[in-house]
């Protein structure tokens, strides 16, 4: 089974700032990991994924992210947020070869302000 | 590409009806879909997993006579809300993946209100 942590419920920032959402997780297999952003009353949208290869993934709207397997993170990045950033963000895994349901973090909300 | 819809967007029903919510994959053929429950200001909850021409697999505590799941082709999953009752309104959203692949592709979601 894996679980996900995410430390923060709430990250407020000013535009054309820098952010960080962090995402860790715990898992006795390999796993896939993946972010994803909810805009109020909607479904999710992938904003990125790593599934193997390079540890530092680029997704879309600017952000990036990077897998560390040592620490067992996979924190988001974006080195400048815009207004229309301001979502909900969801960290999840699942393990490698199917072996476990997608398991999801309980969610960062990011408000950025002007 | 990898567009999940569902439909509808909301719906009102009185207590007792049931009502059923549609997730199409429409412009890929999933072979898996997902249905998950969210309530306000929480993150998503499996409730099931329907595999395209067999009975879907319920997580634990998911009654399933009263969330009755139909995967009848590679592009529709129907989940139908059975007697429904004020305590099921939620936010109802759906995911497809292709066949080999870990990626879900997520629905728009179904808010369901109860009275």
């Known amino acids: 089974a894996q679980s996900v942590t995410q430390l923060d419920s709430q990250v407020p920032v000013f535009e054309e700032a820098p952010v960080e959402l962090r995402c860790n997780y715990s898992s006795s297999v390999s796993v896939y990991l993946f972010w994803y952003v909810q805009y109020p009353n909607q479904g999710l949208q992938l904003l990125l994924k790593?599934?193997?290869?390079?540890?530092l993934v680029k997704g879309i709207n600017g952000f990036e992210a990077e897998f560390n397997k040592s620490q067992t993170s996979f924190h988001l990045r974006k080195p400048s947020v815009h207004i229309s950033d301001t979502a909900e963000y969801f960290c999840a895994v699942i393990g490698v070869y199917g072996y476990s349901t997608l398991t999801f973090g309980k969610g960062t909300m990011l408000l950025v302000s002007p | 590409g990898a567009v999940v819809s569902q439909h509808p967007s909301w719906v009102i029903c009185k207590s007792g009806t049931s009502v059923k919510i549609e997730c199409r994959s429409l412009d890929f053929q999933a072979t898996t879909m997902f249905w998950y429950r969210q309530f306000p200001k929480q993150s998503l909850m499996l409730m099931a997993t329907?595999?395209?021409?067999?009975?879907?697999?319920?997580e634990q505590g998911v009654e399933k006579d009263k969330f009755l799941i139909n995967h009848a082709s590679l592009t529709l999953s129907t989940l139908t809300v059975t007697s429904a009752h004020p305590e099921d309104s939620s936010f109802y959203i759906c995911?497809?993946?292709?066949?080999?692949?870990?990626?879900?592709?997520f629905g728009p979601g179904t808010r369901l209100l109860v009275l």
């Open positions: 329907s595999n395209e021409g067999s009975k879907a697999t319920y």
């Open positions: 995911s497809a993946k292709f066949t080999g692949e870990e990626t879900q592709y």
């Open positions: 790593y599934l193997s290869g390079s540890t």
